[in-house]
């Protein structure tokens, strides 16, 4: 840009002519751009309005007029919070949005605005601040998008999930029920704890404990998928168990076993669809006339920690229940393991030695977990719990957990036998 100033004498002559020059390179190409931007501004389809530093209105577009029907003449001059955000000026992040335009920084939100004829929508409203060549803002644009749509399409999804959170909750509670009553269980079985920790509000893994014919069954199961379908697996699993020993009478974890396996395929042989449903399963039977643990597993080990702290475990079978295989009759064996004076026990799903965490974001494995049962073997059964909740809490970190989990554990001893005697039937 050329500007040119004349100096005259004292006579009116023409003496010289200051001549000053400015680049206004940068300021023809913001003009240029400008001019870009408002032409398609006048053609998007999401509303825009402009203000000065002021805040007030001073330019709006078509779609602005056809959307909310305000005309420029209605709104020229005047702030847009109070007129067109009257709701969501008291809303909690409305003060937030203000403060980051007042700062000089983009702002958005979803907001409700108001039409001319006092109807709402819900708008995504990106308010950026337009400062001049040194820095300063003069302008304030807002960009508008419609998202009514989304929004009543979330309202619908947050009530949805209401409802099948409310039923889910609803089936925790009944599932809790069909549990064993610990506080019952603890007057015949004191020396013992349940470690019980569902991935989801419901689990596919549940713990069993029935006293019948002079034996204490335990049942630790850990059935397919987790959630809604692991806990429809546990009450056929559940139901089972119950149907083996207190209606078929059996009392050997092996024969018990094969008759849940058989139990569970023709539970599952009605669907149209193949099915690959199972249970992995450790039963444990506290015999208290011959003063053994008799034990079998569908995939999961006993584990039992002596008093020198030595360790014995004894596998499962690598075979889960219900697990089908064409042409095969498969029986379940037990494993008959003396009472020694003192011996701690444990079973457990895969939820816990499968778990991820720790310093290198590896599973726990069962080792690590049998040699911290070990560890704490000797601690009052309630602490043991305490420090497996510990334990696995400070392994999983911040990262999820991994799956459903159980695990029973129990300090046995003679004594202990001699005293279950007299709350169990020996009558064969």
């Not at 006579?11 to 020059?21: A, N």
């Not at 610990?182 to 509000?201: A, E, G, M, S, T």
């Not at 396996?261 to 039977?285: C, Q, V, W």
């Not at 079973?347 to 977990?369: E, H, V």
């Amino acid at each position: 840009m050329l500007h040119l100033t004349p100096l005259f004498s004292e006579t009116d002559e023409l003496e010289k002519i200051i001549t000053v020059v400015t680049d206004i390179t940068e300021e023809k190409k913001r003009d240029i751009e400008f001019q870009k931007l408002s032409l398609i501004a006048q053609h998007t389809q999401n509303p825009i309005l402009i203000t000065d530093a002021n805040y007030k209105i001073n330019w709006i577009n078509q779609s602005f007029s056809n959307q909310l029907n305000y005309s420029l003449e209605e709104l020229e001059g005047k702030e847009p919070g109070d007129l067109l955000f009257r709701d969501s000026v008291s809303s909690k992040h409305y003060p937030e949005f203000v403060q980051q335009i007042e700062s000089g920084k983009m702002a958005k939100g979803d907001f409700i605005v108001y039409t001319r004829e006092g109807n709402t929508i819900w708008m995504n409203v990106t308010v950026d601040p337009i400062p001049n060549s040194k820095g300063e803002i003069t302008q304030f644009i807002c960009l508008m998008q419609n998202i009514q749509e989304i929004k009543e399409a979330q309202a619908i999804i947050e009530t949805k999930n209401k409802d099948i959170t409310d039923s889910i909750s609803y089936a925790q509670r009944i599932q809790d029920a069909l549990l064993p009553n610990l506080r019952l269980v603890k007057q015949n079985l004191p020396k013992h704890f349940v470690f019980y920790r569902p991935k989801d509000i419901i689990s596919g893994d549940f713990y069993f404990i029935e006293m019948y014919h002079h034996r204490v069954f335990i049942g630790i199961a850990d059935c397919t998928g987790h959630g809604v379908p692991g806990a429809m697996m546990t009450s056929i699993g559940a139901a089972a168990l119950n149907n083996a020993i207190l209606d078929r009478k059996l009392t050997d974890p092996g024969k018990i076993l094969t008759h849940v396996d058989g139990y569970l395929k023709a539970s599952l042989s009605t669907s149209k669809e193949s099915l690959n449903d199972g249970m992995d399963i450790g039963l444990i039977s506290l015999n208290i006339a011959t003063q053994e643990v008799e034990y079998c597993g569908a995939k999961r080990p006993l584990i039992i920690v002596r008093n020198d702290k030595t360790i014995k475990v004894v596998p499962g079978i690598k075979r889960s229940i219900g697990q089908f295989i064409m042409g095969e009759e498969f029986r379940f064996k037990t494993v008959s393991i003396p009472l020694e004076d003192t011996m701690n026990i444990y079973c457990f799903s895969d939820g816990l030695p499968d778990q991820f965490g720790g310093p290198n974001t590896k599973k726990i494995y069962q080792k690590n977990l049998t040699d911290f049962l070990a560890l704490n073997a000797e601690l009052s059964m309630k602490e043991q719990k305490q420090k497996l909740e510990n334990f696995i809490d400070e392994w999983k970190g911040n990262l999820q957990q991994t799956d459903d989990m159980v695990l029973f554990g129990a300090k046995l001893t003679k004594s202990y036998f001699e005293k279950l005697k007299s709350v169990t039937s020996v009558e064969e």
